[in-house]
């Protein structure tokens, strides 16, 4: 019998994990993975900071390369594009760079498109300087444009992650820059009184706000970016960055009859199987299931991507695994300014008629009279009667934010208000308050739920 | 009716969070307090931050002061000592410094008469240089030894949390420190083979260490201690600190007839009521129970103190708190060695029998490629079978030690080592790999349990 082969579509966190945990179960199996791009298994999460300078260059942003994958009897072939599925015959049809199409047969077909940004759509979108973080080679040209051109303006579009991980970087490279945002405050996965806090916090790295503005235009120059049209003002930009959303890579497993789930990406259940006999899909492409709504959700990160290949991994080779899905965890950082949420915002209690009720207070993130202890903010929010804990945001000094990860085990295990400001979390006047100050707003928060 | 009358014995963090909590729930309630010593409410755990400069001076770890509880109607009375309890007439016996012994009524009564430290039975402990940390007039005075006596040798004995707190504390000071330690290695409540990455820690600040050995008297001059002989050496040491460990103070209760539990503490149930009607107790006097091993146990932190006290303030004012007990969470640092343990260490496992498996990994705070990740070594363990997570310790650089709490919220609800790896943990680079080092160790220990 001939071996069994699994077919690898894309080959980024999810696609290359999948690979991976598959050659560790079963060794005799032919994995073949086909990537788009130039590059497999990179840290796509560091592309700012590899713009920003903090990463000495993008070789380290590189976990591992074809080669190390080849000794492994992984088949990595960059340049390939898979176009058409078919998923009776069970074969792919792919396209070369440079070379004839083919088709491949699978027995086990792996989608890990990922995920694309999304553009507003305005003229002048293709001018050289026009960049989005998506891909490691859009980072790489990014981080060339800065090293090469030594831009003088730049223009964030877009308050979201990457707006803001990008703001930072070129504020480190000395560069002028100013973010134009849609909404009266950065960071609408927080609630609007948290995101004031992310506001301040690109003011206070000098970052210019251009809030409750979108781009109309983009001006070019000989072919060249040189500024953004608002609605009142043009704003001069040598260096253009879109951080304005993205969406899933799904439209090769739609045409293949796979059913679409939560924001169009792919339907999976929690061992990662479509709908369709020996198609999988898992991280940026495929959706998953937010553990506090109980609904569907499309969570495009590399830890979930991560957590998804494995799990892939394990089943498509004959194990029983599980993702269970996600609460809403994520963290970034502004300068000294930490911002974490998990789970439900104000917002979507609201949204989804919950009797909720939310509280937020200022603590510090250490004992007072220690050293470097900072501000932090902590709005928690909880359901009324049960008193269930539903989510939490977290801006806040050095310290603040993998806080979050305490709320983030409450809302996995459904414990209440009561129970985190029971819980026996860690004190020592270098680390916290005498009471953390996740706990303190559980302390505030009991006498409303 | 007169009002009714709560008699407060021990005025630091339990003792005066349940007498505030209390006169918060009830306006009429008359609140004594009788503190033995001269202050009231202050931050204990911050005395070895004093002693090293990083805290300006002793009135910043006072929380309140008395007349600031007067203010809120709670009579403190410092330098005046409860020397005998009747719980037939529900009276005490106080004797005020320098006056009269006096009886004085409850209603209710609250014994929260904290711990005290344990020496050795050695010769020369009364000279002066020789201090242990424990009641702020302790570490005023061994500020004020280290300002004024500019001692260029010390040497303190025991390597727990004190001992390597006040180890810390006067190498920042610049004093020659040894220190002397019963076993192989420090932080016995670790395991030893994380107590070694503690001892290390100790090292590269610039402590010596005398290992398995223990201090057979101190050598006096004029009064002053000069020197501690140990089996084979004598160190030389004009300054001597005893961090040998502590007990409960509950003599007082015992003479009363009131029941003690773990370790002489006394024994309270989750309300914080003793065995004899009218009379709680809670902070470093009391016992709690271990929700891991579901033990009584012995507990003396500050953070457990406000706990306590805060229930029983509730509760002798008619509320229905409980406090259900802590996971064993602690924490401390030796310059950037940050030291955390939660739950059982594998000895527990072994000495309750608990058929159990360990895991230890080493990893990074940081994803490797961004600037400031060091190193962070993780130990977890989880009962086979159930794969229900047991403890974890957890030894590293800056961003390690807090990461312990998510294991404590995981031990609170009875999380296993798949629940941790399946969790929506907080990933950017600058906070974290994209696997959690915690989620880390829980991949590995999964084919353990």
Chains 1, 2 share one sequence.
């Not at 950082?333 to 609201?350: N, S």
Request: some cysteine.
């Amino acid at each position: 019998m001939a071996a069994r082969r699994l077919v690898v579509i894309g080959g980024d966190a999810a696609g290359m994990s999948a690979a991976s945990q598959a050659r560790r179960r079963d060794a005799d199996l032919e994995i073949i993975v086909y990537e788009r791009g130039e590059h497999v298994s990179y840290a796509a999460c560091g592309m700012p900071y590899l713009v920003g300078g903090q990463v000495s260059g993008p070789e380290r942003l590189i976990a591992r390369r074809p080669e190390q994958f080849a000794r492994q009897n992984i088949q990595v072939f960059t340049g390939h594009e898979v176009t058409a599925i078919d998923t009776e015959a069970r074969e792919v049809t792919v396209a070369a760079r440079g070379g004839d199409a083919f088709v491949q047969p699978y027995d086990e077909l792996l989608i890990a498109t990922g995920a694309r940004e999304v553009f507003p759509e305005i003229p002048g979108r293709d001018a050289a300087g026009v960049f989005a973080l998506r891909g490691l080679a859009s980072g790489i040209a990014m981080w060339e444009f800065v090293n090469e051109r030594a831009p003088q303006h730049a223009v964030v579009i877009g308050g979201g992650y990457i707006g803001l991980e990008v703001s930072e970087a070129l504020r480190l490279r000395g560069i002028d820059t100013a973010l134009v945002h849609r909404r009266a405050e950065v960071m609408s996965t927080l609630d609007p009184d948290m995101g004031v806090l992310a506001t301040q916090a690109l003011r206070d790295i000098g970052v210019t706000l251009h809030l409750n503005e979108s781009p109309q235009a983009l001006v070019q120059w000989e072919g060249h970016v040189s500024g953004v049209v608002l609605s009142k003002e043009t704003l001069s930009a040598e260096l253009v960055v879109f951080g304005t959303g993205a969406r899933p890579v799904s439209e090769l497993a739609a045409r293949a009859g796979i059913l679409l789930g939560a924001q169009g990406a792919i339907r999976v259940d929690e061992t990662m199987r479509t709908a369709i006999p020996h198609v999988w899909a898992a991280g940026d492409c495929a959706e998953t299931l937010d553990g506090v709504s109980g609904r569907p959700v499309w969570a495009p990160l590399g830890t979930v991507a991560n957590k998804m290949g494995r799990v892939a991994g394990l089943n498509l080779t004959g194990g029983q695994a599980t993702f269970p899905g996600v609460v809403g965890t994520a963290i970034t950082k502004v300068g000294d300014t930490e911002i974490a949420r998990t789970g439900l915002r104000e917002r979507d209690c609201r949204e989804l008629s919950i009797d909720h009720a939310c509280t937020t207070i200022e603590d510090r993130t250490r004992a007072g009279y220690y050293p470097g202890a900072t501000q932090i903010t902590v709005k928690l929010c909880a359901e009324k009667g049960s008193g269930r804990l539903l989510g939490a945001q977290i801006v806040g000094g050095p310290g603040s934010g993998k806080r979050i990860d305490t709320v983030a085990a409450c809302l996995t295990a459904r414990l209440t208000v009561q129970d985190l400001v029971d819980m026996d979390l860690a004190y020592a006047p270098p680390f916290s308050p005498v009471w953390d100050p996740v706990q303190t707003a559980a302390r505030v928060l009991l006498s409303a739920v």
